[in-house]
């Protein structure tokens, strides 16, 4: 009998076992740890191109640009805008008038992103940028929205932003968003002396950012040690004796 024969078939034996426990060693472990540091990777891109549309759309209303072009990258998932006529979430103001409430209802529209492999969903909504898991019930405020209280002169001012599409869009990959703002904003302005001032926030159903916005409302953004929480939904600030409200649409060409 040949010994030699026996002694390589085992060491090959050996050696390709060795082989195939490190290719599955690495597939188990390595591969879900690649894969997660990519989903990771391509949400925290979406988060700084959020941020940067969020500045376009700043150029568009407070610049007054008219037109605004912009080349991105959407990868891991896939980014829509949903037109504001067909919004589920609105923003609710009242003022008191001495006699009544005085009611003003806006449905701002949503540019989302939706992660494929992950959960990160993250929208600009009414000019805020807002983030939020698929799994999980909480929010958070990436970027805020533009609203000011002028404690001196008791002065409101509440800017919102509308987006409009007149078809489906949506983008995977490169691609370019414009979007335009033709006409002057609508301008609500309500002056009584010191009055009451409710805010408040209706989510989407399947789409809620309501903590997102609960910390700003109670944070110190727009007044010193936040807007007052009786509980009821409803945000109050007292003693406002102007509110300027603009509303602003922006269309969104294509994408």
């Not at 990777?41 to 940067?52: C, F, G, K, V």
């Not at 533009?146 to 509308?162: A, C, E, H, P, S």
């Not at 703002?181 to 309500?190: G, I, Q, S």
């Amino acid at each position: 009998m040949d010994e030699r024969a026996v002694s390589e078939s085992i060491g090959f034996i050996i050696i390709f076992s060795i082989v195939v426990a490190g290719i599955g060693l690495v597939s188990l472990y390595g591969y879900p740890m690649l894969l997660q540091h990519q989903i990771g990777a391509d949400e925290r891109t979406m988060e700084q191109t959020m941020i940067t549309i969020q500045n376009d759309i700043k150029l568009l209303t407070y610049s007054n640009v008219p037109y605004k072009d912009t080349a991105l990258r959407v990868s891991g998932g896939a980014l829509t805008v949903y037109d504001m006529a067909d919004s589920h979430q609105e923003f609710e103001f009242k003022c008191w008038n001495g006699t009544d409430w005085e009611e003003l209802h806006f449905s701002p529209g949503e540019l989302r992103y939706v992660s494929d492999q992950g959960t990160a969903i993250i929208s600009f909504e009414n000019g805020a940028v807002v983030k939020r898991q698929q799994d999980a019930s909480g929010s958070v405020m990436l970027a805020e929205p533009r609203w000011f209280y002028d404690n001196r002169t008791k002065t409101l001012v509440i800017f919102q932003m509308g987006l409009a599409a007149d078809r489906d869009l949506s983008l995977n990959g490169i691609g370019n968003l414009q979007m335009s703002r033709l006409n002057e904003p609508d301008v609500y302005e309500l002056s009584y002396g010191p009055t009451e001032v409710k805010v408040k926030y209706t989510p989407d159903g399947s789409n809620d950012y309501s903590q997102a916005w609960h910390n700003y409302f109670k944070g110190s953004s727009i007044i010193p040690g936040g807007l007052d929480d009786p509980g009821d939904g409803y945000y109050v600030i007292d003693g406002v004796s102007r509110v300027i409200v603009k509303q602003y649409n922006i269309t969104v060409t294509n994408i």
